[in-house]
Every structure is written in C-alpha cells, then in structure tokens.
C-alpha cells in the first residue's frame, strides 16, 4: 500500500466513522492540516501517526494493526523477506530485472559477497540455499538471476560495481567455484561499459563498509538488510548513498591493478586446491 492508497484509506475509515476532521486530529494529538496532507497524500504518516488516528475514529483492533503495519511499511518502503518468500523469490529477479531495464547507470556497493549480476550459477546456488526454497523455486530464482546478467552485455548501461577485498577471499563456495567466480569477475571487468573496483585491504580507510546498496540512476536506492528489502527515493538520502559510493570508488584498484588483485588470490585458491 503506498501513501496515496494509506491516506485514502485513512480518510474513507474517518468518513465512514462520521467523526469530523478537527475531532479525529484532536483526539490524535494533531493538527488538521497535518491529519489533511496525511489524508490528501501530501504527507507520508508514520506508524505511530496511524495508530493515533485509527484509535481516535475507533476501528478494531484488527483493522487498527493492519493499517498501522502499512503506514510503516510505506514509511520505510521495506519489503520482509518473509512476504517476499511468501510471494515467490524468483518476483524479485522480475522486478529487479524491470528496474534494470529502466535504468541507464547502476552504482553496486558490496563489501560482503560477489554482486548478483556478477556471480556464477555455483554460486548463486549457494547464496540462495540460506532462503530454504523448495528446488524449484531455487531453479527459478536462479535462472532469473541469470537471466538478469543479460544486462552485462547492454552497451547502453553504465555499470559501476564497487567491491571490498574480503569479498573475494570469503569462501561460499569450495576454493575450486571460487576460483571460477573470480575468473568471472576478471573477465567481465574488460567490457568497456562495466567498471569493477576493489577496495584493498592494505589501504587505509576513511569510511565504514556498513552494507551492501544498489543505486539506480541517482534516483533510487535498495538496501539488503537480515529482515528486509529497503527502497530510499528522497533525494536528500540518495545523496548519502552516492557520496558514500564516490568515497570508495575514489580508494579502489581498477584496471590492471584490481585484476592483479584477483589473480593472486585466484591462484591461492587453486593452489589450495592442488594441495587439498
């Protein structure tokens, strides 16, 4: 439910409830011009905001939570995983896939694990078994990640990831599909749309590597968090995310430096697995 449909609900609740605006927006510890923007869409209300309201018309307490566990989710624009799950985890891949398509820039930060458009079949599969899918929807999330790679290849776009080095030695897979994953890596590091860093570890830092954030065309920002998806679109807080990004793109080997980078520990791994 976004904010239009929340503040058309909340107005309809009053409505029908026959309470007058001033009365509700009284008794909710309000304004009526903050309880009018909040019902004309203007302004988004928080969770707290919505209880007040719902409690001043007087629904259930039933239609009390549902509304309120709205007005958070619309505030925040998080999506639990376990709805996502509920839904289908391969609809993820759809939307992420349509966003894509849409875009003409993506800025990836990833300090913990090898992007989704940049990771081999071995390895999705392994980041995909944390979600205890039933093997088929663990196949159909994975072709559609797949399917989602496609872009790589778009001229159009203008890729830019920005990994940390851990991610290359933090080991989802056994040392041989590690191996191959950062070939991968490497490879697709040569099209002249796509541009991978590494933030080393040698380098001393200025900023945190809190967590991972895609940033769509300056105008969108999705945040993988343990319980959630969270989608910023105020640009005040995108700004946030893209200054964050520049700071550590700014550190990052690139090039032949960051390839170099790859391949030492590439080789590491293969010689584990020699000796293993």
Partial sequence: MNRAQLGAALRALRVASGKEAKAVARSALMSPSKLSKIENAKLAPSATDAERILTAIGVSDEVKAEYTDAARASATEATAWRLLKRIGVHKGQQAAKALEAQMSTLRLFQPALVPGLLQTPEYIRAILKRHNLSEDALTRTINGRLERQAILYDNAK??????????????????????????????????????????????????????????RDDRMVTIETVHAEVVVTDPRDVSLYVDKFERFEQVALAGADMRNLIEGIRNDFLREQETG
């Fill in 158 to 215: 203008s890729l830019r990831f920005v990994i940390t080095e851990p991610v290359l030695r933090w080991r989802i897979v056994p040392a041989q599909m590690m191996a191959a994953q950062l070939d991968r890596i490497a490879s697709i590091s040569r099209l002249p749309h796509v541009d991978i860093r590494v933030v080393p570890l040698a380098i001393q830092q200025q900023d945190i590597a809190s967590h991972a954030f895609v940033i």
